[in-house]
């Protein structure tokens, strides 16, 4: 059993389109086919996560191939590390764009965590084959050492719970922004922009396995495709409509720069 209750975290039946714990606490199966495991008092908001806008964007954007690279190189990466999970866990999937591909890579049971309902229902309908649920990456509603291999790509959470679902063993591919990410929108936007800060790669019960940049200089040609790019960006609230508008026309050329870590969880 995957699942605990995120109310008292006993673990969670599977009973036709219902998911139960022996406390009595039950979750609806949505139509979609995922379950809602957020409960209302854990949310901070009344809708939290990216809404539908946000989400529609960074599908539009993830679907031309402009992160292909990075996928392309965590697959490498499996293949390297001959990593075999029979549990895998994508935290923060959004969409499942990335879920996805890393399901045709690696079959087995593979679940999808996101805290936005929007995005899970997204996900849900698109890729039956893969169990998403609504959940906070702070709040895993997952079994101890349930997880042989967790993927995180830029999704805030909280390192205790991947230690706590990870299984002896198990890896964490870790993805955050490298120091020159997205540098070049920085600079459209501040006077004296800043790198992003080199953090040191640690995780709390792991030990650090490997760990690279990806870097290429990503074109974006002249279309609605970098007007979605700067809607995912944290930066978009920044711009004018002017400015938007003038990108969609110009395009832009902008620096990627993904820092990959792995880790493996000690015993």
Known sequence: MYFRCPVCQQPLDHRSNVWCC????????AKEGYINLLPVNKKNSK?????????????????????QPLIDRILTLIE????????????GCGEGYYTSLLHQHVGHDLIGVDISRAAIRYAAK????????????FDLPLANGVADLV????????DDELARICA????????????KHHFAVKELIYEQPRLHPAREANLAGF????????????????????????????????????QKNALKLNGLICEIDFKIDIFERLK
């Open 80 to 91: 390297q590390f001959k990593l075999k999970p029979q549990c895998t866990v994508d935290v």
């Open 151 to 158: 993927l995180r790509i830029f999704a805030p959470g909280s």
């Open 22 to 29: 022996a406390r009595g606490h039950h979750f609806d199966v």
């Open 126 to 137: 698109r890729y039956r084959d893969i169990q998403f649920t609504v959940a906070s990456a």
């Open 47 to 67: 809708d939290p996560g990216d809404n539908k806008e946000m989400m529609a964007a960074r599908r539009l954007f993830l679907d031309s191939g402009h992160y």
């Open 168 to 179: 002896d063993n198990g890896i964490v591919i870790n993805v955050s922004a490298g120091p």
């Open 207 to 242: 030990k650090l396995l490997h760990e690279e940049r990806l870097q290429w200089s990503m074109n974006l040609p002249a279309s609605d495709i970098c007007g979605a790019f700067l809607q995912m960006t944290p930066y978009a609230w920044k711009f004018t409509e002017q």
